[in-house]
């Protein structure tokens, strides 16, 4: 892998909107998909023959299709808002990260192929041909936005660059330009069942290790089980939280929770990936195959209920599509929204007094909540607009003793991705990461050095690996990430269970 | 094939006012319909702070000149619906408050009274006579 | 020194929708009484040929004081360099704003054609501090802007302290001129003296502060924010501070007057045979808006309770009608000393026995005045709500670093 | 001049069925594209009211903008506003009898007049000022500004200065509809005032102006946050679904 | 521009019983001013094809400062129980025509507009009873004008104060700083009014000492004077400070008069005797 040198950028007290510096970022763009990752989402192997033609065809398909990319292409007045709100643009200086010029890249060829104006005045309007510069400048940059819609609330018509993107990135799959990590990981989830790649068995290992180690530490017996069918609740989780830290800790605080709910719940090895990668290519097919999955297992291990573990865009996919992509759940139990949230289940939980948590256990860390932007700005958990904000602060809250949030400018819907969403957790784009996640390390920094923050929780897994690799970038610690649920892990204090000396039978009814 | 309509200038004059009788206003009236407001904007300060009471523009002529009368003779309120004022200011959407406090047909005493005495004393123009 | 962070202010939707709706129930009766008053004229208040200026204009020129006091708060922050004010800049700014247009709006919705509005803004007398008021209530307004600005975005810091000095000079100036609006009525035996400039001036001071304080523990306490004891006694020991100036100032005119033989009457009026106005003066602003409240404020136990600040500063804002009641109504019911040495026993239409002029306040003028207050509150509530005036939090520890539980 | 009217009377059929035509081919094109996907930006209503409330603010006061840039929201709503004020002031040109409210807006209208022109002025200043802002300026951009701040600064003069004569002007347009020509004042400023308008009105359906139309077919703005609670499923994605 | 304070008669000559005689001097001079005025004063506005005046013509330049209006009020021939200049006052401007909007009598006493006020006084040591009628005194320094933030109120070059209700806002800061109590606002809107005396609701309005009549040459008083002569008393003589010969000046030569609040200096152009 070729290292790029770069100058991590500095931490300032105050937010700055960078001058602009041309092509700052033209270089880097993500390792190109290899045939034999294309062929089994669908996509051409490589650059086809007429790949202009066929592009600009899949354009106008994409066009009726979705509204939004029709819309979005035609409305933007070019106002500016949306300019400095980007954190790729904030890190990188470069003004085609700026999300209108972002947008733009796709919008000159629209005007030139799809409106009047274009056709006839192209100089007039910036409209421009779909070369290969303009091909490739679609590719370095279509791959740095991490689809996290922090323009989208700024922008007075909700143009979401997100959408746009989406849409370049499916043009570019079907002309047989993919990215390497996406469409790599989607086939595994197709081969494999899940992003990471673990098969079932060492699912199941992980699982029992897990279990040993929970009842060392607590001596309590927390079961984590998996492909166990007519249980209650199915639980779909990203993969790292199997084994990557701090994710796992989240995983062993679900575990911790369904059992002082003293609910049945399993993981399934099928749908053994909560991420949903087909979004970040745009695709609704590869979108919808993966999602079914879920469905899948989820009829053969005759669950009533489907709860998703802590992972951004997971959730988006699972809250706001999946009753489109893999729909309808009527043969699951009508009392619970399909899907639900962890931390909606937890903090139903909490609010009924069921569990006991200890605060004190968390009193060596003063916290802080970093909103994942998919759940911020593209879902929502409980049952009122904001809950997604409001659930795991209180979550937080009734874990831990000293909390702060973080500017208000970077937090809620305005918060920023950490830099690592929309497919671009991957190495060959350290340097735009390293970049992108600078307001959120700012916003970091500052609550560190007034209000003594430690520790910044997210529920996210893309959040959590991308802030493990960045933060020592800033000269912060990589353990000061930390899962929601494993705050609830820590704090929790089990009921011992009958079955606690007994390994091997759990009778659930 | 449309045509081109003719468009009349003093369409709005009322008929039975005096004004139907004279040939002229007191500039032409293309120019009247675009700057009469500012001619007696003119004459009123004109009037009010150097004490100028000449009738050229005076509001109090206008309204003389094209009050409109009833058959039986006595003059209709200038600013009442159809009226010459209020006919334009309808269509164009002006609201006036001159006539809060103008008298809005000739009346009451003095030098001003007297030019209106005299209108008054005209025969009134039959309707439809134009 | 550590930053201060500024929040929306967030309560519940409910709550905040409930607020605004309230508030723009009572403009809008305000909106309608006024129309009510514009179509059939000005007979239906109270006002009359004697009378001239009723209740709308008690209720401006104290909005309009309140203003300039309401500034005091960040001027004490940025010009005199007291940094524990500073956090406060923002929303007395925003207030002083919002008070001035409430009050202005009362005076132009009050005016007997305020469809010409644009004539007053276009044509000025210069030699009428009617007219020069007029400058310094808009250039107030943008004065106050200006200093928000310096406030909130980091490129207006470094101008922080030079547009708050600036902006306390025209507060000075504003106060100065609003007050001169009855000091310049040689005409008007109440008025004619150099001290009722002042005296609006330190009326300004203590009824600004006392809304300031009754807004921000009413905003603080709805959004669970913390306002610590340190900055809640500082507040309440400097409008204790203010009330006493005020009391002061009060004492001062009315020895200058009774000083002045040709005073005498309108003195005895004021002060002992003016019936409602001397039962105004000596109960309302006197009693229940000075004495009071300083009773309340310096009480041992009482000034420690928070219920009982908010009852002094309320205390002190209807003290303030009181006075603006007395100063502007009672001094034109008064009849002007026209033939000394001789007694008026017919006026026109009004004959003997009746040379008091008669006012009495109808209940149209009276909503119009409350619907101005309505408007400088739904400005503030709106103006908090979208921009971040208020601090996160006023806790002891917060406002002073070197602050220690004791 | 008779023959300018004539032009002026054909150009105006041109421009109104060009707006007409092309703005309602964009409507139904939008109003016909499915938005397969529950895509609001959150917070976002959880009812139909709730998101009609949503859209009336970001219509009336451009709620996102405001949070977005306090500058170009003050310049931009005061643009906004004022032409909102103008366009309600001009109905009195074309329609007979004018509406109560429209008599009543008049003075305000020519505020209005003033507000949109200044409220240009600074629009058009950012986009010389504002580096990010001047690097996605195209010269269309520009073009608009400078159309529509003329036609307000033409306006702006005939009222102001060169009086023309409204009741001719009006009579033009009421003639129109009935096929039947009058003529216009033959003043220059009007013509041009009148040429840039038709132009305005001919390019309203072919460029960016599009974003008034648009806003009330976005969906991050327009869309109900009940993904869970109702299935939502495009036409052509329930093919995909009946072919298995 | 000031002029010296007339003292030079004796104050007994008031209450000679020949003063309806010096009326009548008053009178003939009057007369022969007008004639003068008449005579003096060019023809001119020609232009006017319309014009149905074929006498004397109004004016048609700018009022100067070579007059000065003004007023004497001989209070010892103002008789107790007349109101005729109030009467004609009202008459002349069409404030007969005001109609109470309310049926409070009280309320309406206080609120309808009065330019003219009859007024009574009794002298607190003396007991002697005094009548006079007030109006605006027309101050040389009106303080009206000096607070009206429009300069709505305004002094003509010929001495008037009036108020230019154009530009009036109704904002009633005249009628707190004038110093008599001059002004009245008009409360309730106007349904008939005359030509010549326009006058509407929420605006401030006053003597203007027969303004219209000021700017017609053929007329050389004002409503109140005509009608006081008329009567019998002769109390008021209207006129020109500024000319000598003026039947005013001479009158003011022979009373001893004053301002009311003179220590105020305004310099009123309304004069009293026997005060
Ligand atoms: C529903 C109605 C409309 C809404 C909600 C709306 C909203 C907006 C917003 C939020 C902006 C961006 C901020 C700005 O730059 O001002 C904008 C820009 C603009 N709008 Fe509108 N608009 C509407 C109707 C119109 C109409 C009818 C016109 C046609 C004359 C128009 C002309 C413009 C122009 C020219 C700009 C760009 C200003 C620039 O270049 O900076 N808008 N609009
Ligand atoms: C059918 C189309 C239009 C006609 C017939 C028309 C006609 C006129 C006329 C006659 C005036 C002069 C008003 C006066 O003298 O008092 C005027 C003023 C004005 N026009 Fe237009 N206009 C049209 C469209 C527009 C449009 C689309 C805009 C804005 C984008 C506009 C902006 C203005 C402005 C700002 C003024 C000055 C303020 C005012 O008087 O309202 N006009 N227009
Ligand atoms: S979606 Fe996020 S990453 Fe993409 S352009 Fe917008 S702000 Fe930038
Ligand atoms: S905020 Fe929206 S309209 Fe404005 S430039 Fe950005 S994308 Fe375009
Ligand atoms: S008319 Fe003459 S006498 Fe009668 S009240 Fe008037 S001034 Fe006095
Ligand atoms: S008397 Fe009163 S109204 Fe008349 S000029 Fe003097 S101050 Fe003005
Ligand atoms: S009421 Fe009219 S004349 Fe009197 S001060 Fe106000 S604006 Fe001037
Ligand atoms: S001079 Fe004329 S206006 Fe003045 S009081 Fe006499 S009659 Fe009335």
């Known amino acids: 892998m070729a290292k790029v040198d770069f100058a991590v950028p500095e931490l300032k007290e105050y937010p700055e909107i960078p001058a602009l510096k041309m092509d700052a970022m033209a270089h880097s763009s993500p390792f190109k998909s290899k045939p034999e990752f294309q062929g089994p989402l669908g996509f ?53 990260n700026m999300p209108v010029a972002r947008q733009d890249l796709m919008r000159k060829v629209y005007r030139r192929y799809f409106t009047l104006a274009g056709r006839l005045f192209p100089q007039l309007v910036g409209a421009q041909d779909l070369t290969e510069d303009v091909l490739s400048d679609w590719y370095s940059y279509y791959h740095q936005c991490s689809q996290c819609r922090r323009c989208s609330v700024f922008c007075p018509y909700g143009i979401d660059t997100a959408e746009i993107s989406m849409a370049a990135r499916e043009i570019m799959d079907s002309i047989g330009v993919g990215q390497k990590y996406c469409n790599e990981i989607i086939a595994k989830v197709y081969r494999i069942g899940n992003n990471l790649g673990l098969p079932g068995p060492a699912l199941i290992d992980t699982l029992e290790g897990l279990e040993e180690d929970v009842y060392d530490d607590t001596g309590v017996q927390v079961r984590y089980p998996i492909d166990k069918a007519g249980v209650d609740i199915l639980l779909v989780t990203p993969s790292a939280d199997f084994f990557a830290e701090p994710h796992v800790d989240g995983l062993i605080g679900y575990g911790k929770v369904f059992h002082e709910a003293g609910v049945s719940w399993t993981f399934s090895s099928y749908a053994s990936e909560a991420a949903n990668f087909g979004m970040f290519i745009g695709s609704y097919d590869n979108m919808r195959r993966l999602s079914q999955r879920i469905r899948e297992a989820a009829i053969k291990l005759g669950v009533k209920r489907i709860v998703f573990g802590e992972c951004g865009h ?15 759940w009527d043969f699951l139990d009508p009392r619970y929204p399909v899907p639900q949230h962890i931390c909606e289940f937890t903090h139903e939980l909490i609010q009924q007094g069921k569990l006991n948590l200890d605060k004190s256990q968390n009193d060596d860390k003063v916290l802080t909540f970093h909103d994942s932007c998919n759940v911020a700005r593209a879902s929502r958990m409980g049952n009122y607009p904001g809950g997604q904000f409001d659930i795991p602060r209180a979550i937080i809250r009734a874990t831990c003793n000293h909390f702060y949030d973080m500017d208000e400018e970077t937090i809620r819907d305005r918060t920023f991705c950490c830099g690592g969403g929309g497919g671009l957790l991957t ?28 520790h910044m929780a997210a529920i996210c897994a893309i959040c959590k690996s991308q802030f493990t690799k960045v933060l020592p970038y800033y000269g912060m610690n990589m353990d000061q990430i930390v899962s929601v649920h494993q705050l609830v892990s820590n704090a929790i204090v089990l009921t011992p269970r009958d079955d606690d000396q007994d390994d091997d039978d759990d009778s659930d009814d | 094939q449309p045509t081109l309509a003719a468009d009349r200038i003093g369409e709005y004059v009322v008929p039975s006012s005096r004004a139907a009788q004279v040939k002229q206003c007191v500039e032409p009236a293309d120019h009247m319909r675009r700057y009469h407001m500012e001619l007696i904007q003119h004459q009123r300060d004109a009037t009010v702070r150097h004490g100028i009471r000449s009738t050229k523009y005076s509001l109090s002529n206008c309204i003389s000149c094209h009050t409109g009368h009833t058959a039986a003779g006595a003059p209709i309120a200038i600013n009442a619906t159809g009226q010459f004022c209020n006919a334009c200011h309808a269509a164009a959407a002006v609201t006036l408050n001159c006539f809060d406090c103008h008298a809005t047909i000739p009346s009451g005493e003095g030098w001003n009274h007297e030019v209106a005495q005299q209108l008054l004393l005209l025969p009134p123009v039959s309707e439809g006579a134009e | 020194m550590k930053r201060i962070v500024y929040r929306e202010w967030r309560i519940p939707p409910s709550r905040y929708w409930s607020l605004l709706a309230l508030l723009a129930a009572v403009i809008g009766i305000a909106g309608l009484s006024t129309l009510y008053v514009e179509h059939h004229g000005h007979w239906v208040t109270g006002m009359n040929n004697s009378v001239v200026w009723g209740m709308p204009h008690v209720f401006a020129v104290f909005l309009i004081i309140a203003a300039s006091g309401a500034l005091n708060i960040a001027s004490i922050g940025t010009v005199f360099g007291r940094t524990v004010y500073k956090p406060l800049g923002r929303l007395s700014g925003l207030l002083a704003a919002g008070l001035l247009v409430g009050g202005l709006l009362i005076l132009v919705l009050d005016l007997g054609r305020p469809d010409r509005l644009i004539v007053a803004m276009t044509t000025y007398n210069f030699s009428s501090i009617f007219a020069w008021n007029i400058f310094l209530y808009t250039g107030f307004l943008a004065v106050v802007i200006a200093y928000l600005w310096s406030m909130a975005d980091r490129k207006g810091w470094p101008y922080n302290y030079s547009i708050g000095s600036f902006a306390m000079v025209w507060r000075l100036a504003l106060t100065t001129g609003t007050g001169s609006i009855f000091g310049f009525l040689v005409g008007r035996d109440a008025y004619d003296t150099a001290i009722l400039a002042l005296l609006f001036v330190a009326m300004s001071l203590a009824y600004g502060l006392a809304i300031y304080l009754l807004v921000l523990m009413f905003s603080f306490n709805e959004d669970q924010r913390p306002l610590g004891e340190v900055m809640l006694k500082r507040l309440k020991n400097l409008l204790a501070l203010f009330i006493m100036v005020m009391l002061y100032v009060v004492l001062v005119y009315h020895l200058t007057k009774l000083y002045g033989a040709k005073y005498n009457d309108i003195e005895h009026f004021i002060l002992l045979g003016g019936g409602v106005y001397t039962l105004m003066f000596w109960f309302g602003w006197i009693i229940i808006g000075s004495i009071a409240p300083l009773v309340l404020l310096y009480h041992p136990d009482y000034s420690q309770d928070r219920n009982w600040i908010a009852t002094a500063c309320g205390l002190t804002i209807a003290g303030g009608f009181a006075a603006m009641y007395v100063v502007i109504i009672g001094s034109q019911a008064f009849p002007i000393n026209m033939f000394p040495g001789k007694t008026i026993v017919a006026f026109g239409a009004m004959t003997e026995g009746n040379l008091i002029a008669s006012y009495l306040p109808s209940l149209p003028e009276l909503l119009l005045g409350i619907g101005g207050v309505a408007v400088a509150l739904f400005i503030t509530a709106v103006g908090v709500r979208v921009l971040q005036f208020l601090p996160e939090s006023l806790a002891d520890n917060v406002i002073d670093p070197h602050y220690k539980a004791s | 001049m008779s023959f300018i009217s004539s032009v002026f009377a054909y150009l105006y059929y041109f421009a109104t069925l060009v707006l007409v035509v092309g703005l309602l081919n964009k409507i139904v094109q939008y109003a016909r594209t499915p938005a397969p996907l529950k895509i609001p930006t959150t917070p976002a209503p959880i009812t139909r009211t709730g998101v009609t409330l949503r859209m009336l603010r970001e219509v009336v006061f451009f709620e996102s903008l405001f949070r977005g840039n306090k500058w170009t929201w003050l310049f931009g709503w005061i643009f906004h506003f004022g032409l909102f004020l103008v366009t309600l002031r001009h109905l009195r040109y074309i329609l007979e009898p004018v509406p109560v409210v429209i008599t009543m807006i008049q003075p305000f209208g020519i505020y209005g007049g003033i507000a949109m022109v200044v409220g240009l002025a600074g629009l058009w200043a950012r986009r010389f000022l504002v580096d990010r802002v001047q690097y996605i300026t195209a010269r269309s951009d520009h073009l608009i500004l400078g159309l529509i701040v003329t ?31 009058h003529l216009l004042p033959a003043d220059p400023v009007l013509l041009i005032h009148l040429l840039l308008v038709a132009a305005l009105l001919i390019i309203f359906p072919y460029s960016k102006l599009l974003h008034a139309p648009g806003l009330f077919f976005s969906p991050t703005r327009n869309q109900v946050d009940n993904a869970r609670d109702q299935r939502h499923l495009a036409p052509w994605a329930r093919r995909l679904e009946q072919q298995p | 521009m000031t002029y010296a304070s007339h003292s030079h008669s004796s104050p007994d000559a008031i209450d000679t ?189 006053s003597c203007n000492l027969c303004v219209s009549r000021r700017d017609d040459d053929r007329q050389t008083s004002t409503a109140c004077a005509d009608a006081c002569a008329a009567s019998g008393q002769g109390a008021i003589v209207f006129g020109d400070l500024n000319d000598p010969n003026s039947p005013l000046h001479q009158a003011l030569a022979q009373v001893n008069s004053r301002q009311i609040r003179q220590e105020l200096n305004l310099n009123t152009g309304v004069r009293y005797a026997g005060l």
Request: include cysteine; hydrophobic fraction near 40%.
């Open chain 1, 314 to 328: 997971a959730w988006r996919v699972a809250y706001n599509f999946l009753n489109t992509l893999a729909g309808p």
């Open chain 1, 427 to 454: 190495d060959d784009l350290m340097e735009l990461r390293v970049k992108g996640a600078l307001p959120r390390m700012e916003a970091l920094n500052n609550v560190m050095r007034e209000k003594g923050v430690t």
């Open chain 1, 44 to 96: 051409p192997g490589e650059l086809v023959e007429n790949w202009q033609q066929q592009a600009i065809a899949k354009m106008g398909d994409l066009l009726g299709k979705y509204r939004s990319l029709r819309v979005y292409l035609d409305a933007c007045v070019k106002c500016g808002a949306c300019t400095d709100k980007c954190h790729y643009y904030l890190g990188t200086h470069d003004p085609k």
């Open chain 4, 151 to 181: 036609i307000g600064l033409t306006g702006l003069f005939m009222r102001f200065f060169m009086h023309t004569d409204i009741m001719q002007v009006k009579a033009f347009y009421q003639g129109l509809y009935h096929f039947e020509f």
């Open chain 5, 17 to 205: 019983p020949d003063s309806i005689d010096a009326v009548d001097t008053d009178r003939r001079q009057f007369l022969h001013y007008a004639a003068a005025g008449v005579a003096t004063v060019a023809l001119g506005g020609g232009a006017v094809l319309t014009t149905l005046t074929a006498t004397a013509e109004p004016r048609t330049t700018p009022v100067t400062s070579t007059h000065r209006w003004g007023m004497l009020i001989d209070t010892t021939k103002c008789a107790a129980g007349c109101d005729a200049c109030v009467t004609a006052c009202e008459r002349e401007n069409g404030l007969n025509l005001q109609q109470s909007p309310t049926d409070d009598a009280a309320d309406w006493a206080d609120q309808q507009s009065a330019w003219i006020r009859k007024v009574t006084l009794r002298d607190n040591l003396t007991g002697q009873v005094t009548q006079l009628p007030l109006m605006c005194q027309h101050c040389a320094e009106p303080p009206c004008v000096d607070v009206c933030p429009t300069g709505a109120s305004f002094k003509r070059a010929d001495g008037i104060v009036m108020v230019d209700r154009h530009t009036c806002i109704g904002c009633r800061y005249c009628m707190m700083a004038c110093p008599y109590q001059a002004r009245s606002f008009v409360h309730q809107p106007v349904a008939q009014k005359l030509t010549q005396v326009p006058r509407g609701k929420g605006c401030v309005e």
